[in-house]
């Protein structure tokens, strides 16, 4: 969009509702949107949301190639928590993480859409190329490894701990320090917006539920091409831990960011831009090779 | 509450926490905007420990005092922290561009063998915000060698 005189200008991000069943309940999901072509589907860290991606979404590069998508899970950013939700404690599961994506592509009416995560969801886009390599144009994941130790804690729960602040302070500790200071403030920010357990209920499938090893070599990357990065300074799933995944999943390939943390999309996105260009290109060249 | 005094009265020097490096310290804390905003509703007691080397701070009401020479950590106060680390550990910690997992508190607590958090871990979780800023804005401080 062509700025003005003073600098304003419109984004090309698109939002909408989006009203889907996921196992059979009704969700009402917020969607963003930029870009038209092969849909790259994007999908946020636990306890935030997907304005996480809104540098990518306003990245011509990407998006003259790609129809971006990204979308707040059930119970995060505008997207609402189901009826009765008073009534469960909030604890994902790897069933319904997938389950979720799927059904979201699915109203969406996806295409072998490339999936793009970050944290928790670097994590499960392995097991979305695991369960149905078919369904994916590849993934792409970030922070993300067969297993995650250490994440699952009770205390942001516990009533004498404000959540709002020490939660984004927990998170932002994973972060570069040479990232600039205004994005590692974006994601503290965002973080101090979650709803109450719900970072808590997100690390549950992170840290607890998820578990891939000695399944790694059930992903078939000639179906569903995967690519693995992780930042050099993320102390939750450490460089070591996704480089250990590369290895055991045959075909698959990535490795570390040097300069970078736990939030590459949203706490450098110049610098994380050049490891993600490349891996597109590859992912939709060979898609449409494919096709 | 022990006694207080302001920086760099009668305290014992150290190579690692010396008295001119901790005033500089405390000095850009107090400067700080934001510090001085989630200080007012603050009350804790941090220790820095390094082998014998030990420096106590108070932070209380938007302020922060470092405890008088001689005076130790009260295990009566009600949010005390002790965080205690290698020389090693602390120089790695204390520098404006610190290594991969070695970049806060957390990290080092994590992946460093010779730090730790020896009292008060329900009380770094819940101060983390401005713990972490307070070392945030010692890591950037002048005064130690490195």
Known sequence: MKPTDNGSRIEPIVGRYLQVAIDNEPQRV???????????LC????????????????????TAHHRVIAFDLPWHGRSSPPDSWWQEEYLLTTDRYVATVEAVSDALGLRRPIVLGCSMAGSVVL???????????????????????????DWPMAPDINAQ???????????????????????WWIYSQGGPGIYRGDTYFYSQDFDLRGHEHEIDTARCPVHLLTGEYDHACTPEMTEETIAAIPGATGGRMTEIGHFPMSENYPLFRHHLLPALRTMRTRDRTNA | MGSIATPGGAAVDSVIFPNSWIDNWLAAATADQEFRTLGRWTTLSLVLRCAEAEIIVDID????????????ADPADTELIILDGSAAAWASLLTPKPAPRHNDVLALDRHHSEFDVVAGRTSLIRHLRIVL????????TEGRSR
């Open chain 1, 165 to 187: 602040q020490v939660v984004p302070s927990w998170t932002s500790s994973l972060m570069a320090p040479a990232s600039p200071e205004a994005a590692r403030r974006e994601i």
């Open chain 2, 61 to 72: 009401g938007g302020r922060i005092y470092r405890r008088v020479s001689g005076a130790a």
């Open chain 1, 30 to 40: 917020y969607f963003e949107e930029a870009g038209q072509g092969p849909t790259l």
């Open chain 1, 127 to 153: 097991e979305l190329a695991r369960r149905d390599p078919d369904r994916w144009g590849g993934v792409i994941g970030l922070s993300g490894a067969a297993k995650i130790p250490g994440r699952f804690q």
């Open chain 2, 133 to 140: 800023l307070l070392m945030s804005i010692a890591a950037q």
């Open chain 1, 43 to 62: 999908l946020h860290t636990a306890g935030a949301d997907s304005r996480q991606y809104r540098h990518l979404l306003n990245d011509p590069e990407v």
